[in-house]
């Protein structure tokens, strides 16, 4: 399964994506309570365990990470550096 | 130039390190003191590169009772300092809100954080501490939270803590002359249920309620007789139904009212007006809400000074930014305007046998109490 795919069936795992996969790209699923501050750990240690990546300080503050395409592109940019 | 917010501080030890602290954002960075002529738009940038400490965050890492300014009694624990030139000292004292260059666009970073990641605002100290042990400590919030308060084992609160040299004495002594063996105690927000329990070994039958499962779970494992509880949601309508009215002698709240003036999160829904009319219907007529706050001043305030002769900033007074405690008057006013009516108060200073010349978390709070206790009346409407 792609990194994409992993991370869309991670999210459709808590709630039911509407939308095109552009518009699910772009839903910031923070403000939207899809992932709350208690779930925020999980999803962290979820990808870094399944991707064998460290996010760092600047990826988790950034936007990108906190909509659902941005996430997917730390992960593939920190996968594609190991 | 250097922020309008910014404070230098001395650190203990070692003559030639300073501290700059923002005393509103809470970020710091230990410095060399060469570099204050760097400060000064006067003065032409030197060839030479000094040593700067990225000490960080400048609060309450250690926990909410823990000493905000800390870092400048502990340069012996700075670790190895970074070398940097002009141009590399203005980056980071820009980053860390030392240097500002655009007041308006620093202005319109104190606004509480969007989503527990965000960074581009300064946030209150839930965001900050949210964000914090989030982004760099990896570790969930309410873990956090029991482990800053408790022992491990949860059975005791932590001796090493102000919560258990100024709060959990006061209260120990306070319920002892305050309490009578069956009085009928409803803990709002009783949290694993530490003083639900104290209050039980007093003789009162207590019913503690929270809408934390996991902190329920703990507290009925720790359970003393004549105390129960339940989860349950707080200030919605309809979250204390089931539970009869002018049932209970006493309502106790601690540690818990502020989270109805000032929210942990931007999301969160309950009401204060919902909370007290609750509270006064479950009351007796003349039952008391006894509530035990943070002080709306002190609390969190850097502790500054010599141990005899502790001092404080004060930042802070009609609007909240980064405090998380309404101000004592906005507190009360609202308890007031519920059917209440103000018959005593109490500010919680440290026992007077401690020996403070070891702790200066103990000798400010003896000064500047970290806590003040209110008993209300319900009065006829």
């Known amino acids: ?82 | 130039m250097l922020g309008p917010d910014v404070i230098c501080l001395p650190a203990e030890g070692f003559p030639e390190r300073w501290i700059l602290y923002n005393v509103f954002t809470r970020t710091c960075l230990g410095v060399d003191a060469r570099a204050f002529p760097w400060l000064s738009p006067l003065t032409a940038p030197a060839e030479e590169e000094i040593p700067v400490w990225l000490v960080g965050w400048f609060s309450h890492t250690k926990g909410t009772m823990a000493d905000p300014t800390r870092i400048r009694r502990s340069a012996a624990e700075w670790g190895e300092p970074k070398m940097v030139s002009y141009s590399g000292f203005l980056e980071i004292c820009r980053k860390s809100w030392l240097l500002i260059d655009n007041e308006a666009a620093y202005q319109k970073r104190f606004a509480r954080k969007s989503t527990p990641l965000d960074g581009q605002h300064f946030g209150n100290f839930h965001d900050q501490m949210g964000f914090h042990l989030l982004v760099e400590k990896r570790t969930s919030p309410s873990t956090w939270w029991l482990e800053q308060k408790f022992s491990s084992d949860l059975k005791s609160i932590r001796s090493d803590s102000l919560y258990g040299q100024v709060q959990e004495p006061f209260l120990r002594d306070y319920f002892g002359h305050r309490l009578r063996k069956e009085l009928h105690v409803l803990d709002v927000g009783c949290g694993i249920g530490f003083f639900t329990k104290m209050m039980a070994e007093a003789g009162c039958e207590v019913l503690g309620i929270d809408p934390n499962e996991e902190y329920i779970r703990l507290a009925q494992k720790n359970s003393h007789p004549g105390s129960r509880f339940e989860v349950r949601s707080i200030g919605h309508p309809g979250d204390l139904n089931g539970l009869s009215d002018e049932s209970f002698d006493l309502v106790f709240i601690q540690d818990a009212l502020l989270f109805y003036f000032i929210r942990i999160s931007p999301s969160d829904t309950q009401r204060l007006d919902v909370l007290l009319n609750d509270v006064y219907r479950l009351l007796k007529l003349d039952g008391s809400l006894i509530s035990v706050e943070p002080n709306p001043v002190y609390y969190l305030s850097p502790w500054l000074g010599g141990i005899h002769r502790p001092f404080t900033v004060v930042t802070e007074h009609r609007y909240r930014g980064f405090s998380t405690v309404p101000n004592s008057t906005t507190f009360i006013k609202a308890i007031l305007q519920s059917g209440f009516r103000l018959t005593n108060i109490e500010d919680l200073y440290p026992p007077e046998h401690l020996n403070l010349k070891e702790d200066r978390g103990v000798a400010f709070a003896m000064e500047f109490p970290l806590w003040t206790l209110l008993e209300f009346l319900k009065a006829a409407r």
């Open chain 1, 1 to 82: 399964m792609s990194i994409k795919d992993c991370v869309l069936a991670y999210f459709a795992e808590k709630r039911t994506l509407a939308g095109s996969e552009e518009e699910q790209f772009r839903i910031k699923y923070l403000n939207e309570g899809i992932i709350d501050s208690m779930g925020i750990i999980d999803l962290i240690t979820h990808f870094e365990d399944q991707y064998q990546i460290r996010f760092e300080a600047d990826d988790l503050q950034s936007e990108d990470f906190q909509t659902i395409g941005g996430l997917v592109q730390i992960i593939e940019r920190l996968s594609d550096k190991k």
